[in-house]
């Protein structure tokens, strides 16, 4: 069954069940300043279970646009490192309004899955929040679950997997315990149940959320009863068709493996031909992110500096990065949109008649940050090599950096000078071991030779260099983390933040002392070409760093 079907079959299977079939409401939400983007089905229903609202119907059922790349329910760090992880997804979601309560949406919630969609029964386990013996029960001896296949789960805020069965759209807003419905893919995948401590792997993926809505949180986090228990559910169409055709991972059903196809014919022709690993997490994030930006332009979004805008350019800018990564050089993500029309066009025309608009939007972000990617990027390696490089030697105030490719790619040697300016030390930073004959053409001639594999848990990549990319480079600080994530390097999140801090008291000062001055500068402006110097000489750049 394509994704297509699956949507289609759900939308008309509640609507046998007196459901009114509701459009998606846009990604941007439209009047509520607690969220960034739409994260669930029930957004646009927020009113009507608070009872501010009220629509001509009690039941409802959706196809709904999701983005989950920030705030409450943020998995942009989650793609390309999960099976089932996007920011942009399809939530199917069935609602009443205080009509029918757990009894009915848990029966209809078995029906379709395992008389319409077929599923096997002995492959689906059940949560129930912890003290919910309504919710058991009805499983139990309505349902006909194995004790065994049904879990209670208490609520886990923070953990980052850990199943969770108290759900809240934020940190204000309807909220209630819900029953989760989870899908084994089978014991050759790594993983454990929910609520058991292997259940970070991807072995049972929860496909389906069942919320019984029955309070609305306060600021203060004080839970008020909602005029009438209802229902809100949730189930990620991606996942359900992954289950449905037979594959574990989400990017392999049929509307990524066209999107993957697209991103790799893209990036190898912006790198000058070179092949792309069809396997490689990169292409993934890429075919993630293009449906994530495409859509949250259609519906009115472009790239800025704050907000929503911020969040978009962050996504693509990850893109663009994962792209460059691959061998990239020139501009390549602005070419997908034609074949996410093609694949989504007609279930979200408004993605079909903006084509043209978002090609453009998208084409201009990544001109631009294709003017300083390459730079960035070899100012945040050799950051890297130098902080993983500082660790071995005794002294590292005073060193001698230099970046090769060549001979050997992917190694670097970062050369520790003495107070007598000697070399005394010398790293060599590499990905795979180096050939003797490699080490030798290295010109190694410090008296302590070290090699550090590339990869290093434990250093920290210090906030300025952070901020520096951030500030100069448009690298956001995500971008950076992930980048130094690959590498097994954290970022000081706090540093980054001072720098930040400190540039903006700096600028406020100046600020001030125009104004006093009641003069500017005139002269002509200065550029600094150094860093632009570094990223043209690409195969060998050697940069001295003195103290
Ligand atoms: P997970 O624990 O896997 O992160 P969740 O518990 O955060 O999922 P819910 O908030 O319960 O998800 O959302 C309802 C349903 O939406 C989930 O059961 C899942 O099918 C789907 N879903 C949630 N997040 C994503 C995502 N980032 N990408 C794709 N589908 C998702
Ligand atoms: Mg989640
Ligand atoms: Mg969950
Ligand atoms: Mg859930």
Not at 289 to 310: K, L, S
Not at 341 to 357: K, N
Not at 426 to 441: G, K, N, R, Y
Not at 480 to 489: K, L, Q, S
Request: glycine share 10%; hydrophobic share 40%; proline share 5%.
């Amino acid at each position: 069954m394509k994704a297509a079907e699956i949507r289609q079959t759900f939308l008309k299977f509640f609507e046998s069940k007196g459901h009114q079939i509701v459009a998606s409401s846009p990604v941007v939400p439209g009047d509520d300043p607690t969220l960034l983007f739409t994260n669930a089905g029930m957004n646009q229903f927020k009113d009507v279970f608070l009872g501010f609202d009220k629509r001509p119907y009690t039941r409802a059922t959706t196809a709904q646009k999701c983005i989950r790349a920030g705030g409450k329910h943020n998995d942009l760090e989650n793609v390309g490192y999960t099976a089932r992880h996007h920011t942009f997804f399809e939530m199917l979601g069935n609602f009443s309004f205080g009509d029918y309560f757990k009894r009915d949406a848990i029966a209809y919630a078995w029906e379709l899955l395992t008389e319409v969609y077929k599923l096997p029964k002995e492959r689906l386990t059940v949560t129930v929040y912890a003290e919910d013996d309504e919710a058991y029960g009805i499983w139990k001896d309505q349902i006909g679950v194995p004790a065994e296949r049904i879990i209670r789960i208490g609520d886990n805020k923070g953990a980052r997997y850990a199943s969770d069965n108290f759900w809240m759209m934020g940190d204000t807003g309807p909220c209630g315990p819900c029953t989760e419905i989870f899908y084994d893919h089978g014991d050759h995948i790594p993983g454990g149940p929910p609520g058991s401590p292997e259940e970070d792997g991807d072995r049972f993926i929860e496909i389906w959320n069942n919320v019984f809505m029955q309070f609305n949180r306060d600021e203060a986090g004080v839970m008020h009863p909602l005029p009438k228990p209802s229902v809100d559910t949730g189930m990620g169409l991606e996942r359900i068709a992954a289950v449905l055709q037979g594959v574990h991972g989400n990017y392999e059903i049929d509307t990524f493996v066209a999107l993957l196809a697209a991103a790799k014919a893209a990036v190898e022709a912006s790198a000058g031909g070179a092949a792309v690993d069809a396997e490689s997490p990169s292409l993934k994030v890429i075919a993630d992110h293009i449906r994530a930006c495409a859509f949250t332009v259609a519906d009115g979004v472009i790239p800025g500096n704050e907000g929503r805008g911020y969040v978009l350019r962050r996504i693509a800018r990850r893109a663009i990065r994962h792209g460059y990564k691959l061998g990239a050089r020139a501009p390549f993500f602005f070419k997908l949109v034609a074949a996410l029309v093609g694949q989504m066009g007609e279930a979200y025309p408004e993605l079909a008649r903006d084509e043209a608009r978002i090609t453009q939007v998208l084409k201009q972000e990544e001109e631009r940050f294709f003017q300083t990617i390459a730079t960035g990027m070899l100012i945040l390696e050799g950051a890297l090599d130098q902080a993983i490089a500082e660790r071995h030697v005794a002294e590292p105030s005073v060193m001698f950096f230099s970046y090769t490719q060549e001979p050997l790619p992917g190694v670097a040697v970062v050369s520790f000078i003495d107070q007598q300016r000697k070399m005394s030390d010398q790293v060599i930073v590499f990905d795979d071991e180096p050939s003797p004959a490699h080490v030798q053409a290295l010109n190694l001639t410090g008296k302590n030779i070290h090699r550090v594999k590339r990869d290093a848990n434990g250093v920290v990549l210090d906030g300025a260099t952070a901020f520096k990319l951030h500030d100069t480079y448009g690298f956001p600080l995500d971008l950076t983390a992930d980048v130094c994530r690959e590498r097994g390097v954290a970022v000081d999140t706090a540093g980054f933040e001072a720098a930040m801090q400190r540039q903006r008291e700096q600028a406020r000062a100046a600020g001030k002392f125009k104004m006093a001055q009641g003069l500017a500068y005139s002269g002509a402006a200065t550029t600094f070409h150094g860093y632009e110097q570094l990223a043209r000489e690409g195969a060998t750049v050697t940069a001295l760093y003195v103290d």
